[in-house]
């Protein structure tokens, strides 16, 4: 190791340990290579400065346009406290890259609810010595074009470590730039009318950030999942015994392929499952049920889960055409009750690929679930579905579907 990186570790070190004793230059005693203490509030000579939180992108945003008439961003930044310490984010702004100009803002109310640290299930924006974890930030636009080409990030955090003078504020941090590639148009995967679309985008945290350790690193397969159940006339989701799948609305339906492709993922042998509560101990492999993925094409694969046993029509390697019937709707898998989950991602692993986004290339909106604890109620005891007072019947085109949104599939 050269003197210089010598002398950075000591800083670095000396940064995280101040609040426990690390030796100043003042008063330690040089050794032969002993290099001088520089604050990390104090730039070097390149305007380099030491960072008691790191951070960065792992996987560029995608804008898309939703039901809502905005374009939507939705990605992770990634962080790792590198200090002995706690350290508290106090507030993320996104900026325009090229002209600092704030584009959106996490404070510290909403980094209560959207930052992970690592190997905790609750959110919290306390990241404990060397812990990392996960801010999921979702912007929204009003027009396509307002969406900046490339983001970064400027960070306050607090933290007993900080030198004198230090204000906590990282000028910018994970630098990244927008995705801008062309999204695939497909068809409805489902037809009729009253299909809620559960656990979607944008804030919905049980697919949005279901961020998983795969194979050596992290994914998020089901950034813009959605989980398709159907309410009847009076708007509920199940009527009868709620133990049979068979009592609620969207059971059986027939799925769609959504556009032309390859099966490269398929699997038809599972049961199903009790409704009501998540099957314990189920292994990764029969997290999805039964299930196909897709391959549409241009890097985008289409993924379906929890289809009924010995529904699926097509095998691995056939070739299936846009609109064709590809099983029905199941409860089979990690699965609490008859949905039909589907997401686009960019490789042909359900959970080892990034989520994408995708448009619908036409669909209603006839209502909106009033919240996920509404929708929850409804899909849990039976009570019908809260919805928005006065929500307005509109047609939609080259668009995506946003959660909780009622939508009607034309056949």
């Known amino acids: 190791m050269t003197t210089t990186g010598r002398a950075l570790l000591s800083v670095l070190f000396c940064a995280g340990l101040l609040a426990s004793g690390c030796a100043s230059a003042d008063t330690a005693a040089p050794g ?60 993320v702004a996104v900026l325009d890259a090229a002209t600092d100009k704030q584009v959106g803002e996490l404070d510290e109310a909403a980094l209560v609810i959207r930052a992970y640290p690592a190997g905790s299930r609750q959110a919290g924006n306390v990241f404990q010595p060397g812990q990392a974890g996960t801010i999921f930030i979702h912007l929204p636009f009003a027009a396509g074009d ?13 933290s007993g470590v900080l030198p004198p003078g230090d204000d906590g504020t990282i000028k910018r941090m994970g630098t990244v730039t927008v995705d801008r590639r062309t999204l695939p148009v497909v068809s409805a995967p489902l037809a009729g009318e009253r299909y809620i679309a559960a656990d979607g985008c944008c804030d919905a945290a049980r697919h949005t950030r279901a961020i998983l350790p795969v194979n050596g690193q992290t994914y998020v397969s089901q950034r813009y999942a959605i989980d398709y159940e159907q ?7 199940f009527t009868g015994d709620p133990k049979d799948p068979a009592s609620y609305e969207i059971f059986g339906k027939e799925v769609y392929a959504v556009a032309d492709g390859t099966v490269v993922g398929t699997r038809n042998d599972l049961a199903e499952q009790t409704p009501g509560t998540y099957p314990s101990g189920i292994p990764i492999d029969e997290a999805d049920g039964n299930f196909v993925v897709l391959d549409i094409g241009d890097g985008f694969y289409v993924n379906y889960a929890h289809m009924q046993p010995g529904s699926v029509r097509p095998e691995l390697g056939d070739k299936v055409s846009r609109g064709d019937v590809i099983g029905l709707v199941g409860n089979t898998g990690n699965s609490v009750a008859p949905h039909l989950h589907i997401h686009v991602m960019d490789g042909p692993s359900p959970l080892a690929a990034q989520g994408l986004p995708y448009l619908y290339d036409r669909f209603t909106v006839t209502g909106q679930v009033a919240s996920t604890a509404d929708f929850d109620a409804s899909e849990g005891t039976g009570v019908p579905l809260a919805l928005v007072p006065d929500a307005t019947r509109t047609e939609h085109a080259d668009q995506m579907v946003l959660d909780q949104n009622l939508v009607t599939f034309a056949p």
């Open 146 to 158: 307002d969406v900046p080409d490339e983001l970064t990030h400027r960070v306050h955090v607090d």
């Open 231 to 237: 309410a009847d006339e009076q708007n509920r989701i």
């Open 32 to 91: 032969p290579e002993s290099p001088s203490t520089v604050s990390s509030a104090t730039p070097a000579a390149g305007g380099d400065a030491m960072t008691p939180l790191i951070g960065s992108v792992p996987f560029a945003p995608v804008p898309f346009e939703g039901s809502d008439g905005l374009t939507h961003l939705v990605y992770e930044l990634s962080v790792t406290n590198f200090t002995s310490e706690p350290l508290t984010v106090k507030n």
